[in-house]
């Protein structure tokens, strides 16, 4: 295979058979790119017995396979099971990249009979195997690629100027060692760096290769740790190429426990050094030069490469140029982080950083508009209005109530919802057993209490004797007063009786709703409300529900203007909106009533006497406004946040 290394169309076409055959795979391609999506066979071996090149959705399917394999730069196993239906259904498709200078170059596609008694997971173990082979010897030979073979797309390894440059880029302590470790390996050609940094007597991973965060608790993190501490503390290089003789018995312990844990033989460990103390003042760093004073320890950078075919000999001289930058970097990073509350000192000089130009002329505007509405807010008067609903109903109104415990039947019942009725007209009456009862035995008492009189009367005139006589006409009287509280009792029980026949208060309208379903064939209680009646011919006002917490505006307002001119309320009917009337307020009440969903209200009175507008229905809704004299725009426009906060905010 060395004698080969010079043509890499020879080396692989005479490669290939060999992994086929070593692997029992049932063919082969080396795939090199075309374009985006397109795609060339190198070198195949028996790649016409798979049907692909006779199906275009097969080509398309793997181009897509090659695609994916060669942007992710890891292997890929298919088909599965669900799959079975494609041209290339019967076989296990292994794709592997091929690497130059560590970029993928070219995929390796084998293929494995499903049938055959081979598991997948060893397919593609054998083609991980064979991939990593090939990409060794590809980037030995191939220097000046033709162009018929894969060519290495990586560009020339970048300097270390270019290094440098993204090392001092920022004065971030994370992302410098993220540049340190990531562009390092590339520069070292490792294949892994790790960053450590030391405050103090600790020494902790902050960056390493490949992974975006360091989790400090995972195995090989503590291993590599293990390594760096052991450097700091001695603030000497560790190499080890594969021979620990070299290394004391307690490197040999660190060094064997992280070889065995992550597999790569070589390592090369130096501790990064830098002055204690950054200056711009070149004599002070003269002076300090001059003392002997040691540079301080800032970190360590740990290399490891793979096998003794890339012993990392030729690398130690890049390996401490890139120490002495990152270092620099480091350490400058350190000394940024002193600085006294540096997030937010930041974060206030990245906003003024935004003032600069013309983003100053525009924040002085916005700035300038924004204190121009706050003190409008604060110093325009504006007139404040307490909103609140009502309804419009009549002036005079009664509600009859049941004067005693009965029952009503439909015959006794005379109006009906809506039916106008006069004063005295009859409504309904009420039946009372308990009452008639009563009656029937007191009327029966006052018949034995008259037919007892009588007698006693006859026996007085047919006496002779006084003293039977005196005895006879006691008691007489003693029956005759018994009489009168029975026939007392009994007026009572006839008015009783006929209070069950209920008159009309007022004239006016039955306003109750289905009069014949509620107060048919059932028992009233005495005090129950049964009718409603309203007269409509005569003064109508607004009674309006004002909230509990804005009833101070008005009653201040009221006061302000005393009796001479009275607070007027502006209102308009939902059912007519474009009529707005206005109508004096008479009272307002002194007791505050929760009305459900509105909360605390006080009612109050708007009369509505020589307003001209048409009848509305009675209990036709309102909205009402009263005004309530000047207030801050501020207050009128966010008066219920402002009291909201008042109440909320009170301790």
Known sequence: MQGRAGDVRVFLGAFLPIVVEETRADAGVVWRPVSATQWAAVVDVGLDQTLLPESAEAIEDNNRRLVACFESGEASLGLDASETDSPLGRYWVVVCPLFIQRQPAGCLQLFFDRTADKEPELALELAEHAAGLASLELERSTRAPDSGAISSATPTRESIGELSLKLHRSLSLELTCAVGANDGRLFLDADRVSVFV?????????????????NQHAVLVRKLTAVARLVADRKSPMTYLGASEALDAEAQEV??????????????AIPLLAEDEVTLDESSLRRRRRSGSSPALVGVLLAEWSGDARRPTHQLANLETLGQHLASSIHGSLHFRRVLLLETRYRIGLAWEWFHGRRLQLAALILTAVIGVLLALVLVPWTYRVKADGRVLPATRANVFAPADGYLRSANLSVASNQRVHQGDVLLRLESDSLEQELHRVD????????????????IHATVLDREANQLRLDLAQTQSQLQSVETSLGLLRKQLDDLTITAPIDGVVITFQVEKWLTDRPVNR????????DDSGPWHLEVRVPAKRIEHVETMRDQLGESSPLT??????????QVLEGPVSRISSRVESTGQEGPTIEMIVELNGIEFARPKIGAEARCRIPCGKQPLGYVLFGDVVDYLRTRLWF
């Open 198 to 214: 030391s405050r103090g007597k600790s020494t902790r991973a902050l960056a390493i290769s490949g992974q975006e965060k360091v």
């Open 255 to 268: 060094v064997a426990e992280l070889i065995d844990e992550s597999g790569l033989r070589n390592l090369v």
């Open 444 to 459: 029966g008492e006052r018949a034995e209490l008259e037919s007892r009189a009588l007698a006693l009367q006859a026996q």
């Open 527 to 534: 005090g129950e409300l049964l009718l409603e009646i309203m």
């Open 569 to 578: 309320a502006e209102f308009f009917l939902v059912a007519a909106p474009e």
